[in-house]
DNA sequence: TCAAGGTGTGAGTATGCACTCACTCACTTC
DNA sequence: GAAGTGAGTGAGTGCATACTCACACCTTGA
C-alpha cells in the first residue's frame, strides 16, 4: 500500500499520463470557449480536442456523446455562477453590506468580464426548446441558483424574481454589447447602478 | 397581350410564376420553424428550401448567403412583435385597460402559443456574440420595441426597464418550460400574474 | 414574333462533421 | 516477469452541408 518508489526523483509527478480526471477537466476547460463563441452544433469536438491536448478519440472515451459534453459545459458555467454569488453574499456578511446588491454588482462583473459563462448560457436556454439534457441543465442550473439566492438574500418570492428578471436583461444586453449604444433604449436598459432590483 | 389559351380552364389564375417577393415569403415562412428548433448553424438550407416548395438553388437566388436569411427571419419575429404589442396597446386604449399589462399579457401569450418567435429571439441572443449581423438585428429589435413600449405607456426609463426585465424572464421561463415544474423556483419565477412590472 | 429578363432547377463540388476501430504504450499487481 | 488494466491515438467511415453552375422555361414589351 506504500508507494513503492521514493528512489525516483521527488520534483517530477512519477507518473507521464494523466488521471482521467484531469483530462475530463482539461476538456471542460477547452470546450468551454469553443461552445460559448459557435454554439452546441458548430461547436467542433477537433478543436475541443486539440485545445485539451488530448486526441479527439480520446475525448470521445471521457465524454461518450458531445451532448454529455454541452451538459457537463453548461454544468461547469453554473459552478462559475455558484462560487461567484457565494463570494460575493460572504463579502457582503462581513463587511455589513446588502447581499442582494452585492450578487448583482458580483454578477454583471462575472458576465461582463467572463463571456464564456454568459454565452454558454445563452446558447443553452435556446437549445432547451428542442433538446431535453439542455432543458433540464437549465432548470437545474435555476433550481441551484434560486436557492442560494432565497437562502443568501432571506428575499420574498417576488423579490427573487424581480433580481432573477434583472439578471436576465443584463444577460441579454450584455451579450448584443448594449452599453456601448448611445441610444436611450440602450442607456435606460443598461442602468443598473441605484437599482430598483436590488432591495 | 391576351393571354393565349382562353382555351384552358379559367379557375386557373394565367399566371404559373410567383413572384419572387412571395417566394421570399414562402421561405421566411418555411425558416422560422427550422431555425427555431436547430438553430442557426444546425438548420439545413434544403430543409427550409424544401418547406418553401422550391429549389435551395433558388433559395440562395433569393438569399444570396444563410446568414442574410438568418437575419431577414429575426427581423421577422421581430414584425411579429411589433404587431402584438400594437393590437394589445390598440385594445388597452380602446377599452380603457392599462397599456403596460395588456402588452405584458399579450406577450406572454405570443411566446407561450409561437415558440418559433421566441426560440429565435433566443438564438439569436446567443449569436450575437460573434455574429455581428445577429447583434445588430438584436439592437435594432430593442430600439424598435422599447420606441414602441416608451410612445404607447408613456412610462418611464426605469419603468421600462423593468418592464423589459420581465420580458426576459419571461423568454427564459418559457424556453424550459418551467411553468410545468412544481417546485419553489419555478412557481416564483413564472408568477406573472397581478404582476410587480406592471404599472 | 422575338429578344430580354425574371423564375426556376438538377446535378454537382468541396468541405467538415461526429463518431469508430484497431492498435500501442504506460503503469500496477502479484 | 507475466498478466491485466487504463491512458492514448492514427486513420479512417459515412453522411450532411453551404454554395455554384449551366441550363430551361415563363412572361412581358415592342
Known amino acids: 500500500m506504500v508507494p513503492p518508489a521514493a528512489t525516483s526523483t521527488p520534483t517530477k509527478p512519477s507518473r507521464t499520463l494523466s488521471t482521467a480526471e484531469e483530462r475530463r477537466e482539461a476538456i471542460l476547460t477547452a470546450a468551454m470557449p469553443v461552445f460559448a463563441e459557435k454554439g452546441y452544433h458548430a461547436a467542433p469536438t477537433t478543436e475541443i480536442a486539440k485545445g485539451a491536448g488530448i486526441s479527439q478519440a480520446y475525448l470521445f472515451r471521457l465524454f461518450p456523446t458531445k451532448e454529455e459534453l454541452f451538459v ?65 441543465a437549465m432548470r437545474d442550473c435555476f433550481a441551484a441558483l434560486y436557492a442560494l439566492a432565497a437562502e443568501r438574500t432571506g428575499g420574498s418570492p417576488e423579490e427573487l424574481k424581480l433580481w432573477f428578471a434583472g439578471g436576465m436583461l443584463i444577460n441579454v444586453m450584455t451579450a448584443i454589447n448594449a452599453e456601448q449604444v448611445d441610444q436611450p433604449w440602450a442607456r435606460a436598459l443598461t442602468d443598473f447602478d441605484g437599482d430598483c432590483f436590488n432591495g
Chains 1, 2 share one sequence.
Open 72 to 136: 457537463a459545459v453548461i454544468e461547469r458555467s453554473r459552478e462559475r455562477m455558484i462560487e461567484t454569488f457565494t463570494e460575493a453574499a460572504d463579502r457582503a456578511d462581513a463587511e455589513g453590506l446588502d447581499p442582494t446588491e452585492q450578487m448583482g454588482i458580483a454578477y454583471g462583473d462575472l458576465v461582463g468580464s467572463d463571456r464564456d459563462v454568459l454565452l454558454v448560457q445563452l446558447h443553452a436556454q435556446a437549445m432547451s426548446g428542442f433538446m431535453p439534457a439542455a432543458r433540464k
